[in-house]
């Protein structure tokens, strides 16, 4: 199920909209990488073409952390 989270990021509040899968393996990555969730998302939006949304940067940050481990 695609469900809407906030965050804030660099003193602004978004919305984004996820995949329970993928909110989990956010999650799950944050606690390995030992940082916050919301300092995950910051580097990831941080990180992010101007032309991509950042559900679709969090999607594909997810992606490739797995397949780097695989």
Request: no cysteine.
């Amino acid at each position: 199920m695609i469900r809407k989270h906030s965050a804030t990021l660099h003193g602004h509040r978004t919305s984004f909209s996820l995949e329970d899968a993928f909110w989990s393996e956010l999650k799950a990555i944050a606690k390995i990488r030992g940082t916050s969730l919301a300092a995950l998302i910051s580097e990831i939006d941080d990180g992010r073409d101007s032309a991509s949304n950042l559900s679709s940067a969090l999607r594909l940050y997810v992606l490739k952390w797995l397949k780097e481990r695989a």
